[in-house]
């Protein structure tokens, strides 16, 4: 009775049946694992989850928490037979006042015996004896009734002596149960051995796969703490930097201050000397008597006060940025110095070098070809309002790229209609100016404009009419490199080899020429003329971009200095 008491409460009221991993809901109720879920999920669309045993509700759907007590409860429970309170022996079939247990069932009488009916059972051969079973119907053929001896194998089912010689198994290959119970027992073993080999090379994938996560954690944890302590130690560089810095501000206040003050001092006395003479002097100025005014002494000191009393030093009074910007370059350098130091070696390409003669002599050159144009780098910005609809624009309006893609801007008398140019902001109507780009684009064309070319006919492409000139690279021209100003093509005798370009304009001179950025700079041509309008930077780009770029500048340096000092430069390079 108490095992039946037992085997209730180990019940679970969805599936009847003992628990399998069950779990216990908020309720104190339990369920099988799959039986909750199963239910929970039916109500997923209801807005709402209710025990099914005493239908408390909650908004949210339970955490399934497994209940490990009664899950050890109910293996034990289902592991022990006799304590589930059933049957555990098959009952005599004759001995019906008590029941005994049996220890042979009789497949062909379909009963079973215990020891005593056992001794008086027939011996014939058609009596197989088996274990104790309760099931012996299930040992027979279901048509004639007799036992289950052997196995059809192109049935695949269980057949009697008579099936065996019916129609319906006759001429297939039969053979006993044992033989066939054999066969399929070797299957499964030699199935089991390559699952458990699976299984072996799963867990070794799984140890595998284990540690190496845990080296990448390891490897994560380590690099995190690296970084964390290079920015302590950046910041505190830098914070080193910035108080040094600030103490040479403190001190050149103090050295400024200093002198200033003593100064003001002097000046202030000055001031009172001075204004003392020039009381004295209108009490002169306004005596009567002639005699004491001539009598007064030290009338010429009075009327001549002594020179160079009006400017005084200051002392240097301005704070010496180039001090300070020097300690910036350096502060910055020993950071940089320090980083390179922490930091995984580096490929020998990219390494830092130090500038050779020759990166120096392009350097040179390239200060003497802006230093012709003294009053230095233009800043160009192109103007929107002119690009080509498939001319895309970058927020600062350096670079213009061409794109597939419509910008949909509006048609306007300012816009390039058929041809993907722009026009830059700013025009130059006086003086020397020079400004670089860098094309990387497969067609290209570089130059100035007036303002009043046409924008909307055929002949608005920069260089091929009368008010443009342009350095192009044309795609119709066999990729061949040419000065053009109103259709009048100069094919140059060379290639271009560097992708910066260089254009300076003398205005007054009427002179616009063009640079090639390479080592030796190379002078490709310069269009002589007389401007009557402003002049704006025009570009024109194709399956490409074209950027605006800055440039350095330098005073009083004529064309044949120019050229001697390339010429130096150069001489110096192959000597080296």
Not at 460 to 470: M, T, V
Request: aromatic share 6%; net charge negative; glycine share 6%.
């Amino acid at each position: 009775m108490a095992s039946a008491d037992l085997r209730e409460e180990l019940l679970c009221s969805i599936c009847l049946s003992i628990y399998t991993d069950p779990i216990t809901l908020r309720c104190g109720h339990n369920f099988c694992r799959d039986c909750i879920d199963q239910h929970l999920s039916t109500e997923d669309d209801f807005g709402g989850y209710s025990c099914p045993q005493c239908r408390e509700k909650t908004r949210k759907r339970p955490r399934l928490k497994k209940n490990t007590t009664l899950c050890n409860v109910a293996k034990r429970f289902r592991c022990n037979p006799s304590a589930q309170g059933e049957v555990t022996w098959v009952p005599c079939t004759y001995c019906i006042h008590s029941p005994v247990p049996a220890v042979k069932s009789c497949l062909h009488c379909e009963a079973s015996l215990c020891d005593d009916h056992l001794r008086v059972h027939s011996k014939g051969p058609e009596h197989v004896l088996t274990d104790p079973s309760t099931s012996l119907e299930n040992r027979k053929c279901p048509v004639h009734k007799k036992i289950l001896e052997y196995y059809c194998t192109e049935d695949a089912t269980c057949i009697c002596v008579t099936c065996r010689l019916d129609e319906e198994h006759w001429g297939h290959r039969v053979e006993t149960l044992d033989e066939v119970s054999e066969k399929k027992k070797n299957q499964l073993r030699n199935g089991l051995q390559k699952i458990a080999t699976k299984r072996k090379k799963t867990e070794e994938r799984v140890q595998s796969l284990e540690k190496h996560w845990r080296k990448a954690q390891e490897k994560a944890s380590g690099e995190a703490e690296r970084v964390t302590a290079l920015f302590i130690d950046l910041r505190r560089r830098l914070d080193d930097l910035e108080k040094r810095i600030l103490r040479e501000i403190s001190r050149q206040e103090m050295e400024v201050s200093l002198p200033v003050s003593v100064l003001i001092e002097k000046l202030e006395i000055k001031k009172d000397e001075l204004s003392r003479k020039m009381k004295n002097i209108e009490e002169l100025c306004n005596m009567t008597d002639p005699l004491t005014v001539l009598q007064e002494p030290d009338t010429g000191d009075l009327c001549d006060p002594e020179e160079g009393g009006g400017d005084e030093d200051t002392g240097g009074c301005d704070v010496d940025l180039d001090v300070i910007t020097g300690m910036l370059r350096a502060g910055f350098f020993d950071i940089m110095k320090y980083l390179q130091t922490i930091s995984p070696a580096h490929p020998k390409e990219t390494r830092p070098k130090a500038p050779s003669v020759q990166s120096l002599a392009t350097h040179t050159q390239d200060s003497l070809v802006s230093g012709n144009y003294g009053q230095g780098p233009a800043n160009i910005i192109l103007d929107i309002n002119t690009a080509y609809n498939n001319l895309l624009i970058s927020d600062d309006l350096k670079t213009a790229t061409w794109t597939d893609i419509n910008q949909n801007r509006p048609d306007t008398a300012e816009r390039f209609q058929d041809y993907p140019q722009v026009m830059s902001s700013r025009g130059f109507t006086s003086g020397r100016h020079y400004w670089d780009v860098e094309i990387r684009s497969v067609g290209w064309t570089v130059g100035m404009c007036y303002p009043s070319i046409d924008k909307e006919k055929d002949d608005s492409y920069i260089a091929y009419n009368k008010k443009s000139w342009g350095l192009s690279k044309l795609l119709w021209c066999n990729n061949l490199y040419s000065v053009i100003h109103d259709r009048e093509e100069i094919q140059l005798p060379h290639q271009i080899s560097s992708d910066r370009v260089r254009i300076c304009l003398d205005y007054e001179a009427g002179e616009l020429s063009f640079y090639e950025l390479s080592y030796p700079i190379r002078h490709l041509h310069t269009f002589t003329t007389t401007f009557t309008e402003p002049l704006h930077a025009v570009l024109w780009a194709y399956e490409g971009y074209i950027q605006i770029l800055g440039g350095q500048q330098m005073q009083g340096t004529t064309i044949s200095t120019l050229c001697r000092d390339m010429t130096t430069c150069t001489l110096k390079e192959t000597m080296k």
